[in-house]
């Protein structure tokens, strides 16, 4: 296309066909190399988020099962042996549990804040970038 005129001065009303499909060929492949780009960011932002509330989720799954085996050696104190030592055990266990569900619901509202892994804004940039071509198209149609 060598015979293109590359005057962006122009009014585009003045524009061969030509030169407006080059620009267009020109803006969508830049387009399309942002939206990727934006697209990147968000998904490893949302990544990010996703993996914390997961290794939440792990911790207090580990401090739950600690709960769970101070428990049953509190019964088992309790049992075995009629000394106070059995209440020191429960009330140790009752914190861990208390610490665990608080964990747990951290980890759950931060991988909620990750989901949907879509990149929305991602998506509702490429919608309105359609809906602006397409109303170009269709104003310049009439």
């Known amino acids: 296309m060598a015979d293109v005129v590359r005057d962006p001065a122009r ?13 267009a060929k020109e803006q969508v492949k830049r387009l399309a190399r942002d939206e990727l780009a934006l697209a990147r960011i968000e998904l490893a932002h949302k990544g990010r988020h996703a993996g914390i509330g997961m290794g939440l989720f792990g911790g207090g799954a580990v401090l739950a099962l600690c709960g769970l085996g101070l428990l049953v050696a509190a019964a088992v ?3 075995a042996l009629v000394i106070p030592a ?22 759950r509202s931060r991988v909620r804040r990750a989901v949907p892994p879509m990149p929305s804004a991602t998506a509702d940039s490429l919608r309105a970038d359609v809906n602006t071509v397409a109303t170009a198209v269709r104003d310049r149609g009439q």
């Open 11 to 23: 009014p585009v009303a003045e524009q061969s066909t030509a030169e407006l499909m080059q620009r």
């Open 86 to 107: 059995w209440a020191a055990a429960l009330v140790v266990a009752g914190a861990l549990f208390i610490l665990a569900g608080g964990l747990a619901l951290v980890g």
């Open 77 to 79: 104190l309790g049992l």
